[in-house]
């Protein structure tokens, strides 16, 4: 099962502007991730924040998180043609003292030239 | 230093066959973890090692999947009598210790059974 919810689903948007991409989830938790995916293949870790934690930044990326809405936000600015892939949340779920990512379905975005 | 591999990169089997996914985890990591991805999904978690015991593999779907770690480092998820509905890409993920909060990715292998 699945527990975050990517919105939207797919995103076009020009080269330069700003683009959103937003996860809800259903239960509590330590801490939320984003990844990134080209190509459907391996997931490059982005940002992680921390349950007590609201907003996040790294580069051009910005991570907010409500824990009261059990919602998180990333927000790329300036997009690049490169940042072109699909982007998924990941929740934490305890399980024998580690940690089992829980993923969205994802938002694929485009860069478009 | 080097990522997280996987072999074979991609795996095209006929249904009812047997495969084995390979899984070298960065050096050092104690936690190994298996992933499936299926088309337009994102990864659902199989299967966790902590050192060469499977902690927890509540996430195989069934008896015809299994996974082993014998020395605690690189792993093998081996799928028996192969079924259509396996196709999908098997990605391997690892790190440090069992609480360590980022786990890294391998590339995955793209399994196709006909």
């Known amino acids: 099962s699945q527990q975050g919810e990517e919105d939207p689903q797919a995103l076009s948007i020009q080269e330069g502007e700003n683009a959103t991409m937003n996860c809800s989830y259903k239960t509590s938790i330590n801490n939320l991730q984003w990844y990134r995916q080209n190509s459907g293949r391996g997931l490059v870790h982005l940002i992680l924040i921390r349950s007590n934690e609201r907003e996040k930044h790294s580069g051009r990326l910005r991570v907010t998180l409500d824990t009261s809405k059990k919602s998180s936000s990333l927000l790329i600015t300036a997009s690049r043609a490169a940042d072109t892939a699909s982007y998924f949340c990941?929740?934490?779920?305890?399980?024998?003292?580690?940690?089992?990512?829980?993923f969205g379905q994802g938002t694929r975005l485009t860069i478009n030239p | 230093g080097a990522g997280v591999s996987q072999t074979p990169s991609n795996k095209v089997t006929e249904k009812g066959k047997y495969v084995e996914l390979r899984c070298d985890p960065i050096?050092?990591?104690?936690?190994l973890y298996w992933y499936r991805q299926s088309l337009g999904q994102g990864p659902e978690f199989l299967i966790y090692?902590?050192?060469?015991?499977?902690?927890?593999d509540s996430g195989l779907p069934n008896d015809r999947f299994f996974a082993v770690r014998p020395e605690g480092s690189v792993s093998t998820l081996k799928i028996q009598r192969t079924e259509r509905g396996d196709s999908a890409v098997y990605l391997c993920a690892s790190s440090w210790s069992p609480r360590t909060d980022t786990q890294y990715f391998g590339p995955g292998t793209r399994l196709t059974v006909l």
């Open positions: 090692f902590q050192g060469t015991g499977a902690a927890d």
């Open positions: 990941a929740t934490d779920e305890s399980i024998q003292g580690a940690q089992k990512l829980v």
């Open positions: 050096s050092g990591h104690t936690a």
